[in-house]
């Protein structure tokens, strides 16, 4: 038995379960949005959305392009381009107005659909650090932890040495912040897209990743246009937004629906409430 | 007249005219100097009472002139247990921290430099202070004062007119020393001059890399630095420079740097600028041999009311010739800089490149920067290009950052340490480590 079995296969469940007891003892970890909006200047992109995302539940949001998912994801993290009207609810404490590092020092990742590149950052620099600020890790045992999350996602360790995102394909990119999110080990996760140009064999391999993360305690909002995906994963509730608007909430059974008959049947839905 | 060299404000222009040619004679006399040093300290003399003082400079070097001639005020003190403080304070590594200890004990006991400088001799590289140099090499006198002469201007003629001290150089024909040799070695052997003269040549087929200066800012008793450097790289050989300054207080900074490239040789001259009250630099690059390559590259943060001022020059002389220019600066504060960079073509570099890149990163709204990139050509068949960038920190990057736990400035000293990483990367690899540690340690500090 190596060292290396055991921590691919448990080491992330085992930390997150170390971590987490307490919040384990007395609840589980859940974000609640109650009425979020998000403005540009005096445009409103997102209006009064609310869902609740609780204990190790995946929920999905869908919707057209341009319907202002990512604005939503951006604003619920305090984007300073976006103001923001509402409440955000992490395990009931109102976030809402704290800064963006304060939102994941309490338990939000994000992982973006277009992650900038940093220019002359390497990979292995940002991820270590990552790692020892939400890991009690010492400098052997993250550099070799870091590279089993890698591995988790489906990448390389020697991307250690790239320029962050700079020397990355799409799907690279998207597998990078999977990792991201992974080391960080959040209560809850928005993945935003980390299916978007990745290649057929890394669909199941995404899925599985989100399986991890939610076997490992987190809540898991996925936003995605993949219908692949839902060969893997079973969401628990499926979010409909059209035009900033949440138009719809249900269980996963709309899916087939939706895929054969795209967003219209939404206006089903709504006729037949 | 008093004069209280951090005291700049009381200047008066009587300090030059108090200053006689035999006061000169005098000074070379005690030295003990071979008679060429002199003429040119003479030459230098005559030619700053025949020209117009430059309302820039002058001010602080009239001053200097006078310390230095009339009150034989030649090796300032160097508080060195504050230097290792502080140095221990930001973490240094091991290594320098040695180094700078070689320097606390100036005696000839000190096993580090002893054994340092016997390394050096069994390869037949000369290394020695400069004051005992110029009376013991006869080669020196080829190349002394060749570049940095005594007529080119007010500043070169300040300076030879009042250098003592600094290291010097030779490596032999084809040898090649690629792990850096450091000039801090030579604060052991004779303590930091105001007024260094570096003389370094590379003799054909060599290959030498040189660090001057360290990252720990020295508490220095005097408010101006005048060193200069000369550089040759000969046929073939290839000569890299890394200059770092960091200075402690009002130090104003007025340094010289002249290389000069042969036939197929590279000289590289990589500056790395951190605190002095303010920096006036004009270094040059000619490159003289066929195929020859001059590569100029600078990291600078500038903070608080730091005044930069930088204008490097690569000369193309020769057929083929070739030239880089990179300039990464960060600034920061009430910092400002004003950056003109030159390549320029002579007549004859035909077929000669250059590239010039110069990027500016404005921290805050008070930091001003003016940046400059200028190419010109005397020769038609010459290819010279460049770009050019004065930008804030994309917000976009600081958000990603943020959304992974750092702090805005966490996320702000990440960007900038990626900013210098371009300029970082192209240094050759034995020097590139040891300068990027330098540089996250001086970020750190900051
Ligand atoms: N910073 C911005 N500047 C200008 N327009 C913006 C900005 N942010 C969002 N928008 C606009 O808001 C709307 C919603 O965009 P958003 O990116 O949130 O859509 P999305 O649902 O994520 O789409 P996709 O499925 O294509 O990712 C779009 O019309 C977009 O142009
Ligand atoms: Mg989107």
Redesign the pocket.
């Known amino acids: 038995m190596t060292t290396n079995s055991i921590s691919k296969k448990y080491m992330l469940f085992y930390i997150n379960s170390v971590k987490d007891m307490n919040a384990w003892a007395f609840e589980l970890p859940e974000l609640k949005l109650e009425n979020v909006s998000a403005y540009?200047g005096d445009k409103q992109?997102v209006k009064n959305f609310s869902a609740r995302i609780s204990d190790g539940e995946l929920h999905v949001l869908m919707?057209?392009?341009?319907?202002?998912?990512?604005?939503?994801v951006k604003a619920i993290a305090g984007h300073r381009?976006y103001r923001l009207e509402g409440k955000v609810l992490l395990d009931n404490e109102n976030i809402s107005n704290l800064e963006t590092n304060k939102k994941a020092l309490k338990g939000l990742a994000i992982a973006l659909?277009e992650p900038p590149s940093l220019e002359g950052v390497r990979v292995g620099e940002v991820l270590i650090k990552i790692a020892k600020k939400f890991r009690r890790l010492n400098d052997m045992e993250v550099s070799k932890f870091v590279k089993d999350v890698l591995n988790v996602v489906g990448l390389d360790s020697d991307v250690l040495s790239k320029y962050y995102m700079a020397e990355f394909s799409g799907g690279e990119k998207r597998k990078l912040e999977l990792a991201k999110v992974l080391i960080m080990n959040p209560k809850v996760a928005i993945l935003d897209?980390p299916d978007s140009g990745v290649d057929i064999d890394s669909i199941p391999r995404i899925a599985s990743t989100v399986s991890k993360l939610l076997s490992a305690g987190s809540s898991v909002l996925l936003i995605t246009?993949q219908f692949s995906l839902f060969d893997y994963l079973r969401p628990k509730r499926v979010h409909i937004?059209i035009s900033g608007e949440k138009v719809l909430e249900s269980s996963p059974d709309i899916i087939d629906e939706l895929e054969k008959e795209g967003y219209k049947v939404v206006k089903k839905y709504g006729d037949r409430k | 007249m008093v004069i209280e060299s951090r005291n700049l404000t009381l200047m008066t222009d009587e300090v030059l005219k108090d200053l006689k040619e035999s006061d000169i004679v005098e000074f070379s006399r005690l030295r003990k100097e071979p008679k060429w040093v002199l003429e040119r300290r003479l030459n230098a003399y005559r030619y700053l009472k025949s020209t117009r003082p430059d309302p820039q400079i002058d001010p602080f070097l009239e001053r200097l002139a006078y310390r230095t001639i009339i009150e034989g005020y030649l090796a300032p003190v160097i508080d060195f247990n504050d230097a290792v403080k502080y140095a221990e304070k930001i973490g240094m590594p091991k290594e320098e921290l040695e180094m700078l200890a070689s320097g606390l004990s100036v005696t000839s006991d000190n096993r580090l430099l002893k054994a340092y400088l016997k390394f050096m001799e069994s390869k037949g590289i000369k290394f020695s202070s400069m004051d005992e140099a110029v009376k013991k090499y006869d080669i020196i006198k080829d190349y002394m004062f060749k570049l940095v002469t005594p007529v080119q201007n007010r500043k070169f003629a300040y300076h030879v007119m009042l250098w003592s001290g600094g290291p010097f150089l030779y490596m032999p024909k084809g040898v090649r020393l690629p792990q850096p040799i450091y000039s801090i070695f030579t604060l052991g052997l004779e303590g930091l001059s105001q007024t260094e003269h570096t003389l370094i040549i590379a003799d054909e087929r060599s290959l030498v890399n040189w660090i001057e200066g360290c990252v720990t800012p020295f508490k220095m008793n005097y408010g101006v630095h005048l060193g200069a450097l000369e550089g040759f790289a000969l046929k073939k050989s290839s000569l890299r420079i890394v200059s770092i300054s960091n200075w402690y207080g009002n130090v104003h900074h007025l340094p010289i740097k002249r290389l000069m490239a042969f036939e197929r040789a590279t000289a590289e001259l990589s500056t790395v600028g951190f605190w002095a009250k303010s920096i006036r630099i004009a270094p040059q690059i000619d490159v003289v041999g066929r195929f020859g390559k001059g590569v100029m590259q600078n990291i600078g943060f500038y903070t608080k009311d730091q005044r930069v001022h930088a204008s490097p020059k690569v000369k193309l002389i020769a057929e083929d010739s070739k030239a880089m220019v990179l300039n990464r600066t960060v600034v920061m504060d009430e910092a400002t800089e004003e950056f003109r960079g030159l390549i320029d073509a002579k007549k004859g570099a035909r077929n000669a490149s250059g590239f010039m890149s110069c990027n500016t990163l404005i921290l805050g709204d008070r930091a001003r920067s003016i940046t400059v990139p200028g190419l010109h050509s005397e020769e038609k068949e010459v290819d010279l290009s460049h770009e050019a960038s004065v930008g804030r920190v994309d917000y976009e990057k600081l958000f990603y950052l943020e959304l992974a736990g750092f702090t805005e400035e966490e996320a702000t000293w990440m960007l900038v340490s990626g900013f210098f990483e371009p300029v970082l990367s192209k240094l050759p690899g034995a020097l590139k480590e040891e300068v990027r540690s330098i540089v996250s340690l001086a970020l750190k500090a900051h």
């Open positions: 540009l992109i919707g057209p392009n341009g319907s202002g998912k990512t604005t939503l381009a659909q897209e246009h937004m």
